[in-house]
């Protein structure tokens, strides 16, 4: 599948970077400390694998290592 571009319509409505530590904590809803997308409820795919699958873009896959504003906590 091919990478989410940071300039996706859909990435840029939903603040998508693939680098979660450029995200300002304070501009984040959910207060938890460590968030990236490999510890996102809604990542899919392998742990450990470098890109990802994501329930919120459908055909493209995701940095681990990346952010956006629908990051939920792992139940
Ligand atoms: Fe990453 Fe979660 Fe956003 Fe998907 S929903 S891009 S896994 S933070």
């Not at 571009?5 to 409505?13: G, H, I, N, R, S």
């Not at 984040?28 to 742990?47: F, K």
Request: aromatic share 6%.
């Amino acid at each position: 599948m091919p990478k989410l571009a940071e300039d996706d319509p859909m990435a840029v409505a939903m603040k998508y970077t693939h680098d979660a530590s450029t995200v300002d904590p304070a501009s984040r809803a959910n207060p938890a400390e460590v968030q990236n997308c490999a510890n996102c409820a809604l990542i899919q795919g392998e742990d450990g694998a470098e890109w990802r699958p994501c329930q919120i873009f459908p055909g493209k896959v995701v940095a681990a290592a990346g952010w956006c504003s629908v990051w939920a906590p792992k139940a």
